[in-house]
Structure formats: structure tokens, C-alpha cells
């Protein structure tokens, strides 16, 4: 079931109609570094391309669903975009922040928008922790399943940028609670998240893979056209309300906040909150 063709990933199909993509770097808590990136976007085009598949789940490999994005130099991550790029931005070996906005436009702003309208009903199986980044790609799913020891956290502002690249905390959280989800970094368990309409269903861990499957199931049950003009619906009300806007506005102060902390401590992030594994490598995300 599983595909040896991706670095980073899995790519499996538990029952007919149903494509799991399955993050795989438990190592390094599947933080998704460059190649995992690339690797998700072909997953998920090889599963909107395949006729047969309807319902699309995306995990982590035991134990955390995400700690989000790899800010360890090395590898790719360093070389810039070595991967065909999705976007038209250009620029990512620029300096200064001309480079910076170009890759994260590619990489994070870009790329989460292009997975959150995919044309298929998508369903983020979240165990463990779920962190900055992670919080990226469950909000680009469309339902979230949590297991009973989830929790969720964006330490982003503790690093001095203004959260993470794709904004959608006011959506997720509703404004007030999404401003304290910010403002202190707390991690938040998957029943205050299920409290506040983030997370469609909590689940003992145990049975998580198995109720995300009969719950795809049960969609896939459905006509196809109707799951891609019903989710086609779905979004194009909340970008009615303004959500592209309000996300491209964070976006450019997120990309301030980056060229603020190079001026005052040679780094994107404020090293004040980095933990001692990262600190002084001048780490490349957040
Ligand atoms: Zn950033």
C-alpha cells in the first residue's frame, strides 16, 4: 500500500475511493522541510488526478501529527527553491527581504492556498502535537478529526513575527480567542479546539485512523461533483467575508516582522524565543 517514490512521505489507499497521505519523519516530529512540501503538493496532485479517489486523509506518523516547519539549516532548506516552483513570485535567491517574501510566498502563503482548494473533500487525522506550521496544513484541510491527546499551538509571536504564514486564526478560533491563541502562545487541547468549532470530532487515540476512515467513507459515498461544487461553496463564502485579503494582509506584516528582527538580531526570529536546539544556527522559517 505504501509508495516508495516520495522521501518524506506515504502515500496509501485503505479502502476504495480513499487516498491517505501520511507525513513521515517522525524522527524530526514530521516538521515539514522542503522536500516534505514538494512531496505533500505531488501527493495531493497525484490523488485529485486519480478518478477513482474521492476523499482525501492527511496524517503524521506516530507520535506527533506536526511540530511544524523544519528551521534546522542544512540540506535544501539552505539552497533555497530547488524544486520546480508552483508560483510566479521569483526571486528566492534575492537578499533581504525580497529574497525571504519570494520563498515564503512559494513555499507557505502560495502552496496552503492551492491545498485548501483543492477540488476534493480533504480531512486532516491529527494526533499528538500540532504546531505553528502543522496548524497550516490541518487549516487547509477541510474537516479536522483530533485525537482525545491532541493539543495545538502557535508559538510564532514568541519568535517576534505576528503568527504563522497563513493566517486563518480568525476563522479558525473566532477573533477574541484568536488573538489570545496568539498573544501567548499557550497550546490549547483538542477539546477547547473542538469547543471552538476548529475540530469537527474528537476521538480516543486509539480509534483515530479508523473513524477518520469510516468518515471519508461515508463521503465518498457521495456524487463527486456535488462534494467538489459543495466545498467550492463552502470556500468562496468565506472568501467572501474577506478571508484572502485579511491573509495577504498578515502575510505583509508577517514579512515586516521578519525584516524588523533581521535589523535588530541579524536572524528572521527573535532569538528570545527559540529553543536552545535552534538558537544561533539563524534559522531560515518561522
Ligand atoms: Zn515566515
Known sequence: MADQTYETILYQTPAPGIARIVMNRPEARNAQNLTMTYDLNAAFDRAVADE??????????????????????????????????????????????????????????????????????????????????????????????ASDDASFCDPVVTMGVCGVEWFAHPWELGARKAKEFLFTADTWSSQEAHRLGMVNHVVPRADLPAFTLALAQKIATKP????????????????????????????????????????????????????????????TGG
Not at 125 to 139: N, S, T, V
Not at 242 to 270: R, S, Y
Request: charged residues 20%.
Open 52 to 145: 477513482a479517489i474521492k476523499v482525501i486523509i492527511v496524517a503524521g506518523s506516530d507520535p506527533h501529527f506536526s511540530s511544524g516547519h523544519d528551521l534546522r539549516p542544512g540540506g535544501r532548506n539552505q539552497a533555497g527553491i530547488d524544486f520546480p516552483a508552483l508560483g510566479t513570485w521569483g526571486g528566492f535567491e534575492e537578499g533581504g527581504a525580497h529574497g525571504r517574501m519570494a520563498r515564503e510566498q512559494e513555499i507557505y502563503l502560495q502552496i496552503t492556498r492551492r491545498w485548501r482548494n483543492l477540488a476534493k473533500p480533504t480531512i486532516a487525522e491529527i494526533q499528538g502535537r500540532c504546531i505553528a506550521g502543522g496548524l497550516m496544513i490541518a487549516w487547509a484541510c477541510d474537516l479536522i478529526i
Open 224 to 283: 463527486a461533483f456535488a462534494l467538489k461544487t459543495t466545498k467550492e461553496a463552502v470556500n468562496r463564502a468565506t472568501d467572501a467575508q474577506g478571508q484572502p485579503e485579511a491573509i495577504e494582509h498578515a502575510f505583509a506584516l508577517h514579512q515586516l516582522c521578519h525584516a524588523h528582527n533581521q535589523m535588530m538580531f541579524g536572524m528572521a526570529v527573535d532569538p528570545g524565543g527559540l529553543s536552545p536546539a535552534v538558537k544561533g544556527k539563524a534559522p
